[in-house]
């Protein structure tokens, strides 16, 4: 596993095409009230763990959350639960903020970065419900070491998370269900509910990477496990 103190490698994009005038201006207002304070290495070099302070109701968290849809819909949906989400993608971030906007939500906060530096600074069993949609799929062989279901973010996912908690995985590849049915039980979690298109979770809402998805004929897999 790395360690805490080093640089890790992220192979993902940070920043896509030009913002629009709006989405700059997302930024500049809104990430600094809503990003968490003391996540990064630069605020936090000792890696202490964070005030728990802004948490109110259950604590969950969204890895990756792309546009931002399933995060601010989850918001709307669940007041009384504070919400995190971790995402390095500038685009992104910013579509999340005007959605956001766009909502009114009050209960969501974000770390505009890579997700292993949150999992660094969160107390133990502090996550109730954490989600992982659509992640990166890294289809060659040599990459796979890469995707998020391996021990360098399963061990300390598995730190943070409460015994009882629930972690929802959506993909549409095949070789990542069968990574991750491979991975996950071993960190500490049972599976509870595998299931295949039409048969998403109840409270669902449909990503901008599945939409994709589904248009280029890839079908989604929806993946239910548990924290022992
Ligand atoms: C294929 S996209 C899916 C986005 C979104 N969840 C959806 O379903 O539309 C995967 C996302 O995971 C993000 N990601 C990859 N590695 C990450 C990491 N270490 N921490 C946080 N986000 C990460 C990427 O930046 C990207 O936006």
Redesign the pocket.
Known sequence: MTDAGQRRN?????KGKTLRASQKGYLAEDLGPLTLRGVTREENPSRSVLDMGFVKGPLWL??????G??LVHMAARYPEVTLIG????VN?IAMLLGKIRGAGVKNLWLHP????DLFDVLPDACLQKVFL?????WPKARHHRRR?VTPE?LLPLARITAPGAEFRV?TDIPDYVRQTLEEVPPAGFTLVAQTGEGGAWEDWLS????Q?ALREGRAPHYLTFRRL
């Open positions: 992220f192979y993902g994009r940070i969204e890895v990756g959350f792309g546009g849809e399933h971790a995402e390095p993608f992104g970065g890579d997700v292993r949609n659509y992640p990166d799929p998020f973010y959506a990503t901008r990477y599945e994709k």
